[in-house]
Nanobody, 122 residues
Framework: QLQLVESGGGLVQPGGSLRLSCAAS????????ISWFRQAPGKEREGVSC???????KYTDSVKGRFTISRDNAKNTVYLQMNSLKPEDTAIYYC????????????????WGQGTQVTVSS
C-alpha cells in the first residue's frame, strides 16, 4: 500500500506555531517533490509550499517568512514548520507527492494524504 500520512495539526492561538509531518509508506520520497496544500470550508484548495527532489523550495506569498518546508529522506518524511500563525491559516492541510518536480496544479500529484486539521483561534 502506498500512503502519505499527515500529522501535527491542532488548535493554536494566533501567533503560535505548529509543525506538520508527512510520512510516506510503501515507497520512498527521494525522487518525489512534496507539496502542502490547504483547503478551508467553502474555499478552493490552494498550494502552500513545495520541496522538490533536490531540496529547492517554493512558497505561496501569504506564508513566505512564516512557513518553512523541509525533508528528511532518511526518515521518509517531509515537514512544514508554521510560525506566526494567523486565523486565515485555518484549513485542512494535505501533503501530496509528484515525480521529481513541483507542479502548479493539484491534479498533477500522484499521491495524497488524508489531511490534518489546523485551527488558529481568534
Amino acid at each position: 500500500q502506498l500512503q502519505l500520512v499527515e500529522s501535527g495539526g491542532g488548535l493554536v492561538q494566533p501567533g503560535g506555531s505548529l509543525r506538520l509531518s508527512c510520512a510516506a509508506s510503501g515507497f520512498t520520497l527521494d525522487y518525489y517533490a512534496i507539496s502542502w496544500f490547504r483547503q478551508a470550508p467553502g474555499k478552493e484548495r490552494e498550494g502552500v509550499s513545495c520541496i522538490n527532489s533536490g531540496g529547492m523550495t517554493k512558497y505561496t506569498d501569504s506564508v513566505k517568512g512564516r512557513f518553512t518546508i523541509s525533508r528528511d529522506n532518511a526518515k521518509n518524511t517531509v515537514y512544514l514548520q508554521m510560525n506566526s500563525l494567523k486565523p486565515e491559516d485555518t484549513a485542512i492541510y494535505y501533503c501530496a507527492a509528484s515525480r521529481l518536480v513541483c507542479r502548479a496544479t493539484s491534479y498533477s500529484y500522484d499521491y495524497w494524504g488524508q489531511g490534518t486539521q489546523v485551527t488558529v483561534s481568534s
